[in-house]
Antibody, heavy 120, light 110 residues
């Protein structure tokens, strides 16, 4: 059974750096074709794709946020981290991590999401 | 980057069929068969219901079907049920080696 769970701060100040962690189980990120993605959703708004890391360490980023994002994988643990620099109130959102596997970057399992508020 | 275009809302009565469109460009939907659809109930995480244009994950009802023509993908829900009332999002792989979502469609079951 695949599970994912996001963790991190609930509040960050403007200009600070946000680091979120996705702890997963039920799959291995060493398996060919497997990936973990990050998606966010501002309150009352649409989903926005942020980043994706694949089993072979291929990393992809949203073109509009690329300069602010870094996704990493702790190979000793089942953990993927997302770092977003220079946080702004418009970055207030629920952040999700999700699993994909050789299905055209479709996310078939999602974490419950973690709400992040950017406020001074 | 611009989101894929979806109608803000659609509605239908129980038992009816509805279709939600998702319009992109030749850099995403038009050039790749990597269109997905997600269902999201209030306060819940999205759930994958269609991938690679028309494939259904295990456990998803056959009432949900997907298709694509040119730069537009479509999700059809037949035999509408009250539980189908939710927000629906399309997504596509894009030539910039990224993924793009649609703006979302709110489905109301009358």
């Amino acid at each position: 059974q695949i599970t994912l769970k996001e963790s991190g701060p609930t509040v960050v100040k403007p200009t600070q750096t946000l680091t979120l962690t996705c702890i997963f189980s039920g799959f291995s990120l060493t398996t060919s074709g497997v990936g973990v993605g990050w998606i966010r959703q501002p309150p009352g708004k649409a989903l926005e794709w942020l980043a994706l890391i694949y089993w072979d360490d291929d990393k992809r980023y949203s073109p509009s946020l690329k300069t602010r994002l870094t996704v990493t994988w702790d190979t000793s643990k089942n953990e993927v981290a997302l770092t977003m620099t220079n946080m702004d109130p418009v970055d207030t959102a629920t952040y999700y991590c999700a699993h994909t596997h050789s299905n055209g970057d479709a996310f078939d399992m999602w974490g419950q999401g973690t709400r992040v508020t950017v406020s001074s | 980057q611009s989101a894929l275009t979806q109608p803000a809302s659609v509605s239908g009565s129980p038992g009816q069929s509805i279709t939600i469109s998702c319009t992109g460009t030749s850099s995403d939907i038009g050039d790749y068969n990597y269109v997905s659809w997600y269902q999201q109930h209030p306060g819940k995480a999205p759930k994958l219901i269609i991938y690679q244009v028309s494939s259904r994950p295990s456990g998803i009802s056959i009432r949900f079907s997907g298709s694509k023509s040119g730069n537009t993908a479509s999700l059809t829900i037949s035999g509408l049920q009250a539980e189908d009332e939710a927000d629906y999002y399309c997504s596509s792989f894009r030539s910039s080696n990224s993924v793009i979502f649609g703006g979302g469609t709110k489905l109301t079951v009358l």
